[in-house]
């Protein structure tokens, strides 16, 4: 009812594929044969329920799970802001509380994993230096019972070694196939409930680095520790709302160990209530140390970042390395072709005078749906995209922090994109924590990488006919 008088236009939004109106979950209704009621507003909002007596009943609101959200083929956003149980800041403050009390037998190794486009939003919202909020971070984290404070790029950096090498596989067997990159969730959602058998083969099965960081915590982490899965409680602190989703996919459910790869994903909105709802100012906080999945620490100033876009740099890892393995070509950096529209960028190796591979970046449900058209139509002349729902990308998901006042969204946006540079960049071939985990945890066995850095998809059945351009 916020929304009353309000005339919205699906054609208009950017982040948007069909009206969540058409969500079937909220009106679900049973029936009771032979009874006749109504149903009745009070003075206080509640819905009540009156039947031909005059009776009155309370109807309970209805909730949509995460399991229903992807189940269900009505909606799609880059941003799905539904409340959800169990995946809330509050959520995590009662866990943390629960486990300070609990018994020996029963306490959790509470990990909390956050990625850098965070960290990046939350600097910039505080006018913090990255190290400085990162610091700040891992003093509260590990203050609240928080055991290890752990950094996503570890992570990204075996994804990103992984889809490159996957493409340089796949381009070898069938050139004239493209690939696109499969770590932001809202376009995975878009991609299995509207165009599934047709795009779901050109999807990297490659995890994205929340998900990785979820097999390093409950796989690598929980073996080092002699802790079983489901006594470890991982938390992760993401940009957007529909990681929320990615972390309920059945995929990433340990079914034997009655527990999930990540229990609880908060955005970086969240942490910031978090921090708040403790009246904790992190300026003001002592700067402390970072864990490693195996075992040590690193000081915050030390964190590192990727080369390439503030999405995850797909598209120039991928780039360098496939020109190297393809082509032998030594790419030193990453020309692109200028656009106007910044969330589609493209790129050319040339051998010879001849274009050999074309890479190009795709943020933002129109830039997707233009890269969908062409698909269909046979004319895409790309060999590999890096395709994120949000418009420019993961520093601007939707479960980032707000400008503040009298700050635009374009300096706020300048802002968090500065922060993310402050970080270091980490060449992911030379990443020696991720050599470890490659030999030590994975074996350099092709069986075990397969089962904890790769995923499948699942094509979803229409049951509900979009309709894009209806007033609604």
Sequence with gaps: NKMSGLKLIAADLNDFISPSQACIKPVEVKATEGKAAKIAIEPDGSFVQVDEGGGKTKLQKATVTLSDCLACSGCVTSAESVLIDMQTH?????????NRTASEAERKLVVISVCPQSRASIAAHLGLTTAQAAGGLARFFHSRGIQMVLDTNIARTLSLREIASEFVQRHKAEPTMPTFTSACPGWICFAEKT??????PMLSSTR???QIMGSIVKSFVATRLKKSPQQVYHIAVMPCFDKKL???REDFALEEFDTREVDCVITTGELLKMLQHESVDLAALESDVWDLPEGGTVPPQHLFTHRGSSAGGYLEHTFIHAAKQLFGVDVKAVEYTEKKNLDVQETTLTVAGKPVLKFATAYGFRSIQNIIRKVKQK?????????????????????QLPPNDGESAAERLAKAEAAY?????????????????????LKADPATVARLLHTQYHAVEQTITPALFEEW
């Design 90 to 98: 509050l959520e995590v403050l009662r866990v943390l509380d629960a």
């Design 195 to 200: 165009h599934g058998k047709m795009i779901l």
């Design 208 to 210: 994205s680095p929340q």
């Design 246 to 248: 990615e972390a309920a």
């Design 379 to 399: 004319k895409l002349p790309y060999d590999f995209v890096e395709i994120m729902a949000c418009p420019k990308g993961c520093i601007n998901g939707g479960g």
């Design 421 to 441: 540079r402050q970080e270091r960049e980490q060449d992911v071939q030379t990443d020696a924590h991720a050599d470890r985990l490659f030999s030590d945890w």
